[in-house]
């Protein structure tokens, strides 16, 4: 699971991409005469859907800030008297500067182009941060029309209350998914609908705290998020080491946990694939502590060159809580996953799910039941898959092309790979500084925990790529070579 | 707040309403050359959406069970070999029958039309039970148009984790609403977006007790739910009684707790508007122990006769945690709520959010914005109150009609009165127990706490109508006076 460390920051509305250009064309930044680049290609720019670029030129043109024609395109009038004619900044320019898209956000990576930044901030161009998809990819269309497929349809009692436990027909509909694709053992009666993995967790937090538990293990190197939402609950998160099989179970066995959350199918950050073997040795580990390990499956779903890894949870369901998510299929902001939960603790997963929100919104759950059972949500998932396989190839040749001699691992699966960059570029902190004064946002591994092999000197970097198109991952990797 | 006191049953898809009807002409029940109602019709008795009954014709005219043509509508046609010809019930009532709408859910009350019951079972013709809305009222169009339009527009980084105090664009909207409708003293910075007032508990919980609270108030009688919901948090809900103005002040002092939650606008169940002295008297409570007052304004957009009574929030916003939802306005399926927090409190009920959720699915409080900011809401709450008032009416008139010397309170605000029927009538659990062996569902003043004052025998019960047609309404009070 890659959760935002901190909150968001503020989105903006429509509103901010049209009172930026007004201002520029106030401003003369703007002159009169200034054709306007095309909806379409300002859009892509912004990184913002195109009707939010329509609405702010037709509502400029409707003020005479702005005029259009059929076939002419859109241009500044001259309506406004303006102060100066300067070429001044692209109103891309304007617009990201003016935060249509916050640079640096501590979640989201992408590309920023900076016009004028503010004197010593650095300008984020290139951000590697893992954890998001790309969101341009979540498919508006399909969506929209299942809303309006199932608002036409949805029996009037589906809008009162939940189910806390989650529309039937989404946790069949889930039910049948997990068990398809991921090799889940999961009837519908065993699926819990929630707002995604990191409430999963928490749920899980209070069910263990309940249950007299006072730790819960989680992997190191592994997602921070996993100690802070445990801690929520009231539960102290140790730290396990890996080896290159998985969780290594020697020091499992010593901290005396008896829950353990673990990503098997792509190991974040490591990008470990669980063996064989170690799977077997963590289950026999459950059993005899009479324990559960909590498998987080956040990229799953996403492998490219070998055979799909099964969820761990097929081996012995009775012991693995499954976990999972949207987040990075569709969007982390839909707030929609899922639980397939072992018998006993059902009832008490179920009853603080009810308690901590009474149940997921009817009509987003209603909607993903219509994409997941409609086919949709597989063809999603073979929509990314293609996107991002194109991206870890193209992160991957470029590293061998910038950066000779970095090793690069976990490629196989997932949404960001562990590039080990030779030594000779430096310590890790010197490496950093250098990529980040180039407007590259880089996450080391050793911010991921303590555990953090360093590998006689090389600089073992987490590189997320899924949310950057190919060219970015390119200049990316060019300037932190360059630096 | 009104709460279901258990998990909605399972809501079944337009295929149980298919399947109802394949099955019925199958059996002979629906005969070769029935004509069916209209969609619209059906639609209107089964209380379904119409495209779900346009859905089934569809289907079942593809399959050759039914036969339509234009002008001439749908009959049942020839093809199925039936094996008796008796007019059967009509489809409304095999759509019932088998499910289209479950019968005596614990939240939802309204009028069941239910062919050939099951032996013993009690027919439940109207169900008072009070806590959800008319969920028929439900601006589908304009939720729909919304959500287009939200999705047309909305930044590729609004997909992304949310803010966990809620969307920026949607606590501006809250905050000017709640100021203009409900006199409230809210900042769009001390708004915080929640799944419903019930969430607003839970977070409240665990806040007051990381602050060493190891109780809260709540008022009896009163909501059940607030109780097991600070039980969630490991505070113990002290019950506290009424006077005639509200909350009374000697038995709070008394209690010790330093946090209380009030409905001061319409109490519930008992109808009670906190008089002003009392809200004077109440706010020095909280300055005096340094406390909190919890004002749940579950339906404080309702009122009917009087001037609206605005919260109580705006008499002191430092000593009162403001908190409502869309599950009254617009249907409790959302899971949409806000809360208006003291500063002091802010950081915490934020971060106990972000560990509970990471805050609540940007589409939907995209769309509750855009419908605030259209002034769609308004005319939600306009119809709504015009509906319920209408029901209202009905009651009071029915009543007394039907129930002569039943004393009736709480009328002017709100979805639910308490209607005091004379002793003459019977001990109360005799004239339950009638009331429901005539099909009719009531709950008595008792069952929401231990204070309840029974007045000399009469019966006190607490009536909730807004979900009922005014003619259930007079349906439901005329068989339970002839029980």
Redesign the interface.
């Given at each position: 699971m890659l959760?935002?460390a901190a909150?968001?920051?503020?989105?903006?509305?429509?509103r901010t991409l049209q009172e930026a250009l007004r201002e520029a064309v106030r401003s003369g930044r703007l002159a009169a005469g200034t054709r306007l680049p095309s909806s379409r290609a300002l859009a892509a720019d912004?990184?913002?859907?195109r009707?939010?670029v329509t609405?702010a030129y037709d509502q400029l043109t409707a003020e005479g800030y702005l005029r259009s024609s059929r076939g002419a395109g859109t241009w500044v009038g001259d309506a406004v008297r303006a102060p100066g004619a300067g070429a001044g900044p692209t109103p891309a320019a304007v617009g990201v500067r003016t935060g249509?898209?916050?640079a640096g956000?501590p979640?989201?990576g992408g590309t920023r182009t900076v016009a004028e930044p503010a004197p010593g901030a650095p300008v984020v161009r290139v951000d590697f941060t893992p954890g998001?998809p790309d969101?341009?990819l979540?498919p508006?269309a399909a969506?929209?029309a299942a809303?309006?497929t199932v608002?036409?349809?949805?029996?009037?009692?589906?809008?009162?209350?939940?189910?806390?436990?989650g529309?039937?027909?989404l946790r069949a509909a889930l039910a049948a998914l997990l068990t398809r694709r991921r090799g889940v053992v999961a009837a519908p009666e065993r699926v819990v609908v929630?707002?995604?993995v990191?409430?999963a967790m928490?749920l899980l937090g209070f069910v263990l705290r309940g249950r007299g538990l006072r730790t819960v293990g989680v992997e190191d190197p592994g997602s921070p998020e996993h100690g802070?939402?445990f801690?929520?609950a009231g539960l102290r998160a140790v730290g396990l080491p890996l080896d290159g099989e998985g969780l290594a179970p020697g020091p499992l066995v010593a901290s005396g946990v008896r829950a353990v959350v673990t990503t098997p199918a792509h190991q974040f950050p490591s990008g470990i694939a669980c063996s064989p073997r170690r799977r077997t040795e963590l289950l026999d580990w459950a059993r005899t502590v009479d324990g559960y390990l909590i498998e987080d499956d956040y990229d799953g779903d996403f492998r490219y060159d070998r055979a799909p890894v099964g969820a761990l949870q097929g081996l012995d369901p009775a012991r693995v809580v499954y976990t999972g998510s949207v987040?990075k299929s569709l969007?982390?902001?839909?707030?929609?996953g899922w639980m397939v939960v072992p018998e006993p603790l059902l009832e008490e997963v179920?009853d603080?799910k009810?308690?901590?929100?009474?149940?997921?919104?009817?009509?987003?759950q209603a909607v993903l039941a219509e994409v997941v059972t409609a086919g949709g949500y597989d063809r999603q998932l073979r929509r990314c898959q293609r996107a991002y396989r194109r991206r870890r190839d193209a992160l991957v040749t470029a590293l061998a092309e910038f950066l000779p001699g970095t090793r690069v691992s976990g490629i196989a699966a997932g949404l960001h790979v562990i590039a080990r960059v030779p030594g000779r570029h430096g310590p890790e902190g010197a490496f950093l500084a250098r990529a980040a004064a180039a407007g590259v946002v880089v996450r080391p591994l050793s911010g991921y925990g303590t555990a953090a092999a360093r590998d006689g000197g090389d600089v073992p970097l987490v590189l997320g790529y899924a949310h950057l198109s190919p060219s970015d991952i390119a200049l990316g990797v060019r300037r932190m070579a360059g630096a």
């Open positions: 959760l935002p909150a968001a920051p503020p989105r903006r509305r429509g912004l990184g913002v859907s009707g939010l609405d249509a898209e916050p956000t979640a989201a998001t969101l341009s979540f508006r969506w929209a809303h309006r608002l036409s349809r949805l029996p009037h009692a589906a809008l009162g209350y939940p189910d806390p436990r529309l039937p027909e929630c707002s995604g990191a409430q928490t802070t939402l801690a929520s987040s969007a982390p902001g839909l707030r929609l179920v603080r009810r308690t901590m929100d009474l149940g997921n919104p009817s009509l987003d």
